[in-house]
């Protein structure tokens, strides 16, 4: 009776696991069909090709803006304001009447030493006239000459003292900050203002560590201000000079370069950063520094190859070694497994992994110039650019 009850519920289940096992492997089986029927996953991202490019490799020191034309002018000789003809910051012209000190006393003095120059010129012309008629010795006659020679030199020291004190402007330009007014006494040698001419060019000096190449004349340098982020563009200035000695001081060699702009631009005496070429150019390839990756791994980018028999692409992971990141590309060292011409994922890179399926939109034209980096003084930096 036993063995008729245990035999009952073994089979009864023996049916329910075999019933459940039969609608479990239906459901699996309707899930794969349903997984299926779906397309594969799949991403759109921009395409871009890789490229050869030039890397310039340079050196990024620091530099003061010189201006071709400027002037401390200061007072040579003391004495009080009579006149104060600028204002603060005015343009002003050649010839200009900047500041006019006292010179009441020298007027007087030049009056009367010009009455004795002319008193003295009337006796020497009579004292000719006696020696000639031999009733003058020539003592009498040499006398007449010294002193209208010391008159007229008389005349010259006073107009020489008014000059000192009427100061104008040497040349055309902008005046700097000043705090004088009439009836003000000055001292001598003080400072009255600073005048710098606008010229059209601005001058920079910077100095290159001696054991770097020598800068030629005429090679061009990259300008960019301290504050400047170091993947923006720069403005280009043309070496004008070279120091002829080493400065013992940081045994650096000495450079002068030359930049078309205006002082509005940058002021004399401002700190700006100076990229110089230190080395030849060697080509070398790039991407679109958006297509550049990151992970624990290293940097990479998605290779896109083809895909057989559909319209798409294939994304495989491409380990690279970076020389130098721009803003708008990105210089990779040699020996990453890419050469010119080949297909990258572009903008949108970072949705892929490998093996997905892949469609492209073609990258919008931008910039073909890479973007160099800054640095101090202590590193080396580098500048590139496209090559046709």
């Not at 010189?66 to 006149?83: C, F, H, Q, V």
Request: net charge negative.
């Amino acid at each position: 009776m036993n063995f008729i009850k245990w035999s009952l519920t073994i089979a009864l289940c023996l049916t329910i696991f075999g019933g459940l096992a039969v609608y479990k492997v239906a459901e699996i089986r309707r899930g794969i069909a349903d997984a299926e029927a779906y397309p594969e996953q799949s991403e759109v991202v921009e395409q871009a090709l890789v490229t050869t490019g030039e890397y310039i490799p340079a050196i990024t020191v620091m530099a003061e803006v010189i201006a071709p034309k400027r002037l401390d002018i200061r007072n040579e000789l003391a004495g009080e304001i009579t006149a104060v003809n600028f204002q603060s910051g005015e343009f002003v012209q050649q010839g200009q009447l900047l500041l006019q000190m006292d010179i009441a006393t020298e007027q007087a003095n030049l009056e009367a030493a010009r009455a004795r120059a002319e008193l003295t010129r009337l006796v020497l012309n009579r004292s000719r006239e006696l020696y000639n008629s031999n009733l003058a010795s020539e003592e009498e006659l040499d006398t007449a000459v010294s002193q209208l020679t010391s008159a007229q030199a008389e005349i010259a020291v006073l107009e020489r003292t008014i000059e000192k004190k009427t100061l104008r402007a040497p040349f055309s330009g902008r005046v700097g900050i000043h705090s004088f007014e009439a009836g003000q006494y000055l001292s001598a040698n003080t400072l009255i203002t600073s005048l710098v001419g606008s010229t059209g060019e601005i001058w920079v000096d910077f100095q290159i560590p001696q054991f770097y190449p020598q800068l030629p004349i005429g090679s061009a340098v990259t300008i960019k201000t301290i504050n400047n982020r170091s993947n923006e563009n720069g403005l280009q200035a043309i070496i004008l000079a070279e120091n002829t000695i080493i400065n013992a001081g940081n045994r650096s060699r000495g450079y002068r370069a030359s930049l078309n702009s205006d002082l509005q631009t940058y002021p004399p005496q401002t700190i700006v950063n100076i990229s110089a070429p230190v080395a030849p150019a060697e080509s070398v390839l790039q991407v679109p520094s958006v297509s550049v990756q990151y992970d624990p791994l290293g940097s990479y980018v998605f290779l896109l190859r083809e895909d057989p028999g559909v319209n798409s692409y294939r994304a495989a992971r491409q380990q690279v070694k970076i020389k130098q990141v721009g803003s708008e590309f990105t210089l990779l060292e040699a020996g990453t497994g890419l050469k010119a011409g080949d297909i990258i994922a572009s903008a949108g890179a970072f949705k892929l992994y490998e093996g997905i399926k892949v469609f492209t939109s073609e990258r919008p034209n931008r910039s073909t110039t890479s973007k160099s980096a800054g640095s101090d003084m202590s590193a080396d930096t580098v500048s590139a650019r496209e090559v046709p």
